[in-house]
């Protein structure tokens, strides 16, 4: 079975300062991963998804990821942390076919972002 | 415009009463799911469907039903809701094969 594990329950930067949240991933066949985020209040955005191809994704609101597949892992950047990224983030993999394209979620990483 | 339209957005009821939350898409997906999210627990799914009249259960079915009787709808029912349902639902879609889902603004629906 799948699973995802974000280390970093909450992570708090200074705005313009460059970010790095971790997700590492367990998959028994080619993994498809997404980072979603969701602002206070709000459904579920997607920012990037990496299904295949170059490993580094550029995504929305200047979001970059990384898939290392020796490390199992997916994790997201920012070079310049804007006020507005607060949030909270959620890191994924997907299993298409059976199971409706079902997304096992990490438990996401709540980003502050001191002004 | 494309999205995943969830009603209500908020809901509080009693223990005991059966309610309904819908979620409908307007872009002919061919597959639908229904999540809960909870605190340290992240998204979790409840049950899916691959077409109409095809449902399945996903992770943590207890207590709910779902229905597809048209593709673009996909009603989640909790028919004696407890306390411990209370938490932020999710209605998502996407078409068969490697794609991306289409998330709905979320329900948060408590069960006193």
């Known amino acids: 079975a799948q699973s995802v594990t974000q280390p970093d329950i909450h992570i708090t930067v200074s705005e313009g300062a460059s970010l790095e949240l971790r997700c590492n991933y367990s998959?028994?066949?080619?993994?498809?991963l997404f980072w979603y985020v969701q602002s206070p209040g709000q459904g579920l955005q997607l920012l990037l998804k990496?299904?295949?191809?170059?490993?580094l994704v550029q995504g929305i609101k200047g979001f970059e990821a990384e898939f290392k597949r020796s490390q199992s892992s997916f994790n997201l950047r920012k070079p310049s942390v804007h006020w507005s990224d607060a949030a909270e983030y959620f890191c994924a993999v997907g299993a298409f076919g059976g199971g409706g394209n079902k997304l096992t979620f990490g438990t996401g990483t709540q980003l502050k972002v001191e002004l | 415009e494309a999205q995943v339209t969830q009603n209500p957005r908020y809901l509080i009821t009693v223990t005991g009463k059966k309610l309904t939350v819908t979620c409908s898409q307007n872009?002919?997906?061919?597959?639908m799911s229904w999540y809960r999210q909870d605190p340290g627990l992240g998204l979790r799914q409840i049950y899916y469907?691959?077409?109409?009249?095809?449902?399945d259960k996903g992770d943590v079915p207890e207590g709910y039903k779902v229905s597809r009787k048209e593709k673009r709808n996909f009603p989640l029912i909790l028919e004696s809701p407890s306390p411990n349902q209370t938490s932020l639902y999710f209605c998502?879609?996407?078409?068969?094969?490697?794609?991306?889902?289409?998330f709905g603004q979320g329900t948060r629906l408590t069960v006193v």
């Open positions: 998959y028994g066949a080619t993994p498809y």
């Open positions: 872009m002919n997906h061919e597959y």
């Open positions: 469907s691959m077409n109409v009249e095809v449902t």
């Open positions: 998502a879609s996407s078409r068969a094969g490697v794609t991306e889902a289409f």
């Open positions: 990496y299904f295949s191809g170059d490993t």
